[in-house]
């Protein structure tokens, strides 16, 4: 590893072990008192959720059976927040009571009073000791979008003394959050307290000046955090998704609050919303980059009915650092930009030039993406360069994220050693849509600079793309071994034609002819971002020596559906 990328890490960890002394500092008893005061009398307004909700996942609850982050734990009558289950996704789940919108599509006085009783089992099990996974930053402010969100189902038909209850822990957990959110890491999490922080001002009673300093500090998080472009500074496409479904509730809230929100908020927005049209293939599902895992087309659909700008998608991200090309019915998204900052670096792959291909209601060529629900230890997998649709070097990936066990167990695996330098020209013309994108992430290791270029046909035809490896010294010229991978969507089949090319052919859609200068084989590949969980796929590879073999060219070509070949 090298000797900058060591200083970074062990500068991450040292904030990491600050912040958690601060935080034990925070939650002992001679800082607790801080927590306590006068709790508020009602909860002026339940923000709606756009978050979809199924009424069956109510039934199975108030049958003790959770099935949470893709796992489900039966209770056998006992309370959930009392069960030793390891599984820390379930366990954030739990905590986070996103599942209260399940009670609340239910209606029944069954399932409110269901939503009351768990509710109250977390306050008797948690609420008055500040430590684990219930009380984590981040938990703490998605439960507490959840518990305003669905204040009205849980208070519905409740006693006085649950509802002081409620209302006490409601406002403790509003002033530990106030006093971490500081020292909380950049990222998705940070601007989802201060989201939380804003939604508490708004739905609670409060004086004038904790609605001004919620807003003000939320403004500043979605100043630095949402991109000009609408990315997310993680550059994970589910971050844009994630945010938008608590941050266009937010917008509502002031307007029924008769607020007005802030410049900030509105113009995140309003770029932000773009920008998920921007990851969108055309069967709804959202590019895999980044630690983008399965996607929940309904969701993506209700949060879109909210984009007034009705426009096509953007084509270029630059901040964000990504390319779309889209003709006739053909998108082509591309990761063209440099790694993440280190502190939201945690779901980052080593992905760059990587790219995927659509076709109509179809996916083409994809990347592995992330099992969202599955083992840990997996998802290392779905991260390296081999596992997307560009080229490695050496087997080797183009970025790092396997640390020593002292530095992974603090602050886990974000991407280290990536690009230093990625520059994109974009080549549009008449008829045509393309770019050139290169990167030095293989420079420094094996002296070969890396170059795509890709252009889409008018009508969406074609995608010819042209790999260019140039040797700039540096380690010896054997080792220069190129893989260029395109992996392959689960549902496409793959076939030789009697000309002895390779036809991607989905069930009762068009053909891509895949033709190339260089000799393919078909490996066998997996696609980690199934919804069912990870299913075998293929992947066409192209392997040659950069020294031999300066250039790859190669290319899809859409044609028409013609009587079945024989299978790869």
Not at 21 to 48: D, M, Q
Not at 368 to 389: I, K, M, N
Request: charged share 20%.
């Amino acid at each position: 590893m090298a000797a900058a990328s060591t200083r970074r890490l062990w500068t991450l960890v040292a904030r990491e072990y600050w912040r958690r002394g601060r935080r034990r500092l925070r939650t002992g008893p001679l800082y607790r008192w801080r927590y306590s005061g006068r709790t508020p009398e009602r909860v002026l307004i339940a923000p709606p959720d756009l978050r979809l909700a199924d009424p069956q996942v109510a039934v199975e609850i108030y049958h003790g059976r959770f099935p949470l982050s893709g796992h489900m734990v039966e209770t056998g009558g006992r309370s959930p927040f009392l069960l030793d289950v390891t599984d820390r996704g379930w366990l954030k789940s739990l905590n986070g009571f996103r599942w209260l919108r399940h009670m609340r599509a239910a209606g029944t006085e069954l399932a409110a009073a269901n939503a009351r009783a768990l509710v109250s089992d977390w306050i008797a099990a948690h609420g008055s000791h500040i430590a684990g996974v219930a009380w984590e930053p981040a938990m703490t402010a998605k439960r507490l979008i959840a518990w305003l969100q669905h204040s009205s189902v849980v208070l519905q038909g409740a006693e006085f003394a649950f509802y002081r209850s409620f209302l006490r822990s409601l406002a403790m957990q509003i002033r530990y959050l106030r006093s971490v959110v500081r020292e909380m890491p950049d990222g998705e999490g940070k601007l989802r307290a201060r989201i939380a922080l804003a939604y508490a001002a708004l739905s609670l009673p409060a004086p004038p000046s904790a609605l001004r300093n919620a807003t003000r500090n939320l403004a500043d998080e979605l100043e630095r955090q949402v991109l000009p472009d609408g990315g997310h500074i993680s550059r994970n496409p589910m971050a844009v998704m994630e945010l938008l479904a608590d941050l266009l509730p937010l917008r509502q809230t002031y307007a029924n609050q008769a607020e007005a929100p802030p410049g900030a908020l509105i113009g995140a927005v309003e770029r932000m919303l773009p920008a998920l049209r921007f990851f969108r293939h055309a069967d709804g599902s959202l590019a895999h980059f980044n630690g983008m895992g399965v996607t929940i087309h309904e969701r993506v659909a209700a949060i879109l009915r909210h984009d007034d700008t009705a426009g096509a998608p953007l084509l270029h991200a630059p901040h964000s650092g990504y390319e779309r090309l889209s003709m006739g019915g053909t998108v082509v998204i591309a990761d063209t930009g440099a790694p993440p900052p280190l502190e939201v670096a945690e779901a980052a792959h080593a992905g760059c030039l990587s790219f995927e291909l659509s076709s109509g209601r179809h996916q083409f060529v994809v990347n592995a993406g992330v099992d969202t629900y599955g083992a840990e230890e997996f998802r290392p997998l779905g991260r390296a360069t081999a596992a997307h649709s560009t080229a490695s070097i050496n087997d080797t990936s183009l970025a790092r994220f396997s640390h020593p066990e002292r530095i992974s167990s603090i602050i886990g695996a974000p991407l280290v050693d990536g690009p230093h330098e990625v520059r994109c020209d974009r080549l549009d013309q008449p008829g045509a849509q393309g770019f050139i994108a290169g990167h030095d992430g293989y420079v420094r290791r094996f002296g070969i600079y890396h170059e795509r270029r890709l252009t889409l046909s008018a009508e969406g035809e074609t995608l010819a793309g042209l790999d260019r490896f140039t040797l700039q010294g540096g380690p010896a010229s054997e080792q220069d071994a190129v893989a260029i991978r395109f992996h392959l969507h689960p549902e496409v089949e793959l076939f030789r034609d009697n000309q002895g090319r390779l036809v991607l052919a989905p069930p009762n859609a068009d053909r891509w002819f895949f033709s190339t200068n260089i000799a393919p084989r078909v490996e066998e590949s997996i696609f980690f971002a199934a919804l069912g969980g990870p299913r075998r796929s293929r992947q066409i590879v192209l392997a040659f020596r950069a020294s031999e073999v300066p250039e790859a060219q190669w290319q899809f070509q859409k044609k028409r559906r013609e009587p079945a070949m024989p299978q790869v």
